[in-house]
């Protein structure tokens, strides 16, 4: 069971979890869920079949709970709780714990949230009132590019490296051309925050604008869906933007400036981390329960060394990254809008939060031992889509590179400000 005594947890944050723990006690039925994750999918599914793989009926019922548009800002009508980094924290940490996949669902529309903090006013009051008044409203972000892996910067700033998708102005609008890969909910989003490069020429951290595309205009579609070992609820896709004309207006950050609004993305980001938490958690509470039920030689295995202390250890490192996750969202709290306090923060948690996880793996199949395979166990279906989204946000080698740079003062401003 989580525990709710921390020093940044305060009574609001623990009200919010609350409700956040009896909305999956009540609507989420985790069995379901993960059999519509599994559901196969056709590499050219439509955007229209992949919509229906998506559990509107949970989705509206998390409207009418308040906790889908809880991130919004509260003058477009949401609950307000965007910057509080803590409470979202506790809220995805929830999502995860009790409802699995629909954590991840969550945090998707929240982290979107971040991006419109530098939106034209009327633009980011358009898309968050649609976003309040249409239950079916999804947003996604497209970064990756098939000659850039899962980190489109990369340790290094060289022109010419990475980001080859397009942007070209013409009169009032700009018109993006190039492919996307690996894009969580792109085939199912009605907006897409777009990184394309508007100098063909310059370093990428330096040449790069973001662009918000409404999916319901042409210029866009879906290549191929990528049908992953784990899928999530909300597809992985690749896609092409050909003649994608986008109206200036749409333009969410400076000419050449996306990777400096990007900073206030990683805060919103990592939500994402906190959801995988609250899975990971009670994917550990599985199998300590497991381990204290199976009688072998006479005794509960978690009593057998070998056993107990695999349990122990993976509750050690997990009590360790929730203290890290919800210190650094706490150090957020105190920033101002955009700024990032520490280049360390993200990727510290990015490479502990996979490293955490990768061992929990490791102890669920020695605890289970021949079961851990079983689609009898949620276990089998968690290490299968967090094995799936191991890459997204950097890998967590990479972005040990970029930190090693930090500290020994060799990156440049673009790896310390992303």
């Known amino acids: 069971m989580l525990n709710w005594n921390l020093p940044y947890i305060t009574d609001e944050h623990r009200s919010l979890a609350a409700l956040m723990k009896d909305f999956c ?67 995805a940490e929830t999502a995860g714990y009790y409802g699995g996949q629909f954590g991840r669902l969550m945090t998707i529309a929240w982290k979107q949230m971040a991006a419109f903090e530098y939106a034209p006013e009327e633009v980011a009051k358009e898309v968050i009132e ?11 972000a497209s970064f990756t590019e098939p000659n850039s892996g899962s980190d489109m910067l990369l340790p290094y700033d060289e022109p010419g490296v990475a980001g080859q998708t397009l942007a070209v102005k013409d009169g009032d609008d700009w018109v993006i051309n190039g492919d996307k890969m690996f894009c969580t909910a792109g085939g199912v989003s009605n907006y897409i925050t777009v990184m394309a490069r508007t100098d ?64 206030s993305r990683l805060a919103g980001k990592t939500a994402h981390l906190f959801a995988e938490l609250g899975w990971t ?26 056993v ?13 990254l929730r203290l890290f996750l919800y210190n650094d969202a706490w ?23 996979k490293k955490v996880m990768w ?16 689609r009898e166990l949620n276990f089998e279906h968690f290490v299968r889509v967090k094995m799936s ?7 967590g080698l990479l972005s040990l590179v970029k930190a090693a740079k930090v500290i020994a003062g060799q990156a440049s401003d673009a790896v310390q400000e992303t």
């Open 25 to 91: 006690e009540r609507e989420v039925d985790l069995r379901a869920l993960n059999d519509l994750a599994d559901k196969p999918i056709a590499p050219n599914a439509t955007p229209a079949d992949l919509r229906a793989r998506l559990p509107l009926d949970l989705l509206n019922k998390a409207h009418d709970a308040g906790l889908r548009q809880i991130a919004a800002p509260a003058k477009f009508g949401g609950g307000g709780y965007g910057e509080d980094h803590v409470a979202m924290g506790a809220l």
């Open 130 to 140: 649609d976003f309040m008044n249409d239950r079916t409203t999804m947003m996604a």
């Open 200 to 263: 063909p020429k310059g370093p990428i951290s330096k040449s790069m604008t973001q662009f918000l595309v409404n999916t319901r205009n042409p210029g866009w579609s879906v290549t191929r869906v990528n049908d992953n070992m784990g899928n999530e609820l909300s597809s992985n896709v690749q896609m092409r933007f050909e003649n994608c004309r986008v109206p200036d207006k749409y333009r969410m950050s400076p000419v050449n400036g996306a990777f400096e609004v990007g900073k």
């Open 281 to 306: 958690e009670r994917a550990w509470e599985d199998f300590k329960e497991y381990s204290k039920a199976r009688i072998q030689g006479g005794k509960r295995i978690i009593e057998h060394n070998n």
């Open 308 to 320: 107990g202390m695999l349990v122990a250890e993976t509750d050690c490192l997990i009590r360790t």
């Open 331 to 353: 150090e957020w709290c105190g920033e101002g809008r955009g700024q990032l306090r520490d280049p360390l923060g993200w990727f510290y948690a990015n490479w502990y939060c």
């Open 359 to 374: 061992r929990v793996f490791e102890a669920g199949l020695e605890i289970y031992g021949g079961l851990a395979p079983s």
């Open 389 to 395: 989204m191991f890459h997204g946000g950097s890998t």
